[in-house]
Structures are given as structure tokens and as C-alpha cells.
């Protein structure tokens, strides 16, 4: 399961950071980009061998390789597969999903029957029964999109509060499907943290945004005094740095002094 597969990860490694391979092929170093789609490939790897001894998960967006075509989508498997070498760590997909029932069983067949990985992010908005086909394999999970971190969360879900109704929603759905269900939260929505850890139980929170979007490794202090399972999220500020190790090293580090 997801979540032990995880936190054992978080122990051995000794780290909440996640590692988002946003691998946006304009943005590669030049030595990778002139091989195309097989060059994401190889920067994925390259990442990869630089961050796992220190990373809790790693999330792949599947939209940098959906904008490649078909060459695209075989990258995103290879990198699955890569990372199946390193079977100890947990593969979030992020492609924030929605549809009707039927359409949502065969999405979650692409990801957990074919590609098997750990996790995906799905958008809730269509109700229950757009969920519930994803939580139906044997082994999936998924993280549900509750208050994301863009400015935009302000124009639909903050005003009306739909971020609680969002969670009451999956806290029932938690009976049926313990320990299958985490939550998207971001780093820059540090205002509405109190009200969120009140209702969320013990799911475990997919954390972007920290780092480029403008959240703070210590907004998250009340996550971390409240207990709650954090997966931090961190993609363009690793992967596109100078040094990507010392980087997540020094974020682990920075992690660390939210609890001594």
C-alpha cells in the first residue's frame, strides 16, 4: 500500500521532500534537449541518480510529455520503469483527472493496470462517482485537489469555502477506501492550514508549491506539530538548479528545523 510504502521511504531516507519532474524540454540543459523526447529521458535518469538517497517519492506531470506526442508518452514509461528499479520509493502520476465513472476506470487502468505506479492526483469537482473507480484496484491511491496553491484557487474554492465540502466528502469516502485517499494542499495557502488539519484526519497531504510559487518551508510548522504526513512537492527548484543534490539536501535540511 501507498502509505506505508511511503512513510518507509520518509524514515529510511530521512526526508518528506518529493522530487516533481516537471521535465519541460525547453528548459533542460542544452546536452539533453537536442536528443527530443529521449533526451527528457535521460535528464529524468540523470535527476534521478542525483536525488533518490534523499528524496521521500518522486511525482511525474504528465503534461511535459503529453506536449511531446507519442515519443512523449513512451518516455513517461520509460521513466516509470526506471524508477520501478528503485522499487523502495514511491511514483505519484500528477494528472489531476476528472470524468464520469466509466472514462474515470479506464484512466485508472492506464495507471495502476498498465503502468502500476503508486499514486495520482485527481480532481474531485465531479462528485463521488467520478472518484471511486480510481480507488478500486487492489494497490492505488490517489491525492484529491482540496485548495491548490495558484492564485486562481481564490476564485472558485476559496470564497465558499469548497475546500471543506471537498474534504467532508472524501472523510466519508474514507470509510469505504482506508488509506487510499491523501489531499492536495499548497504551501501557499498557509491562511486556511487551521481549518484543513481539523477535518482532514490522518490523510497524508500532497504539498506543492513551495520554492517557485512562492511557499515557505516554515508556513508548514502547523502541519508538522499537528502530526500530519506530508509529502513536499518540489519541482522546478530542484531539477533546473545548478546542483540538483545539494539542493534537496538543503531542503531536507531546512525540513528538519521545523521539528527540533
Do not use: W
Not at 500528477?94 to 487502468?109: E, G, L, P, Q
Amino acid at each position: 500500500m501507498f502509505a506505508k510504502k511511503l512513510r518507509d521511504c520518509q524514515t529510511r531516507n530521512k526526508s518528506l521532500i518529493c522530487v516533481g519532474l516537471d521535465s519541460d524540454i525547453e528548459k533542460i540543459p542544452s546536452q539533453f534537449k537536442v536528443n527530443g523526447a529521449k533526451g527528457v529521458e535521460e535528464f529524468n535518469k540523470y535527476i534521478i541518480s542525483e536525488t533518490y538517497e534523499y528524496a521521500c517519492a518522486y511525482k511525474i506531470n504528465i503534461a511535459f510529455y503529453e506536449m511531446l506526442g507519442y515519443k512523449g508518452i513512451k518516455t513517461l514509461e520509460n521513466t516509470v520503469e526506471y524508477l520501478k528499479t528503485y522499487s523502495d520509493i514511491p511514483v505519484i502520476i500528477d494528472a489531476k483527472r476528472s470524468d464520469i465513472s466509466n472514462t474515470a476506470k479506464a484512466y485508472a487502468k492506464f495507471y495502476f493496470d498498465y503502468l502500476k505506479v503508486d499514486s495520482i492526483t485527481i480532481n474531485p469537482l465531479m462528485g463521488v462517482d467520478s472518484i471511486e473507480p480510481y480507488l478500486e484496484f487492489p494497490s492505488s491511491h490517489i491525492f484529491a485537489l482540496v485548495l491548490t496553491s495558484n492564485p486562481g484557487a481564490n476564485d472558485f474554492i476559496i470564497p465558499n469555502k469548497l475546500y471543506l465540502k471537498i474534504l467532508e466528502k472524501l472523510q466519508e469516502l474514507e470509510t469505504t477506501y482506508k488509506d487510499k485517499i491523501g489531499i492536495v494542499v499548497g504551501a501557499t495557502q498557509k491562511a486556511y492550514f487551521d481549518e484543513i488539519v481539523k477535518k482532514s484526519g490522518d490523510m497524508i497531504y500532497l504539498i506543492p508549491g513551495v520554492g517557485s510559487q512562492g511557499g515557505r518551508i516554515e508556513d508548514l510548522k502547523v502541519l508538522v506539530e499537528n502530526g500530519k504526513t506530508m509529502v513536499i512537492n518540489v519541482s522546478r527548484g530542484i531539477i533546473f538548479s545548478d546542483d540538483p543534490k545539494r539542493e534537496i539536501i538543503k531542503l531536507r535540511e531546512d525540513l528538519r528545523g521545523l521539528t527540533s
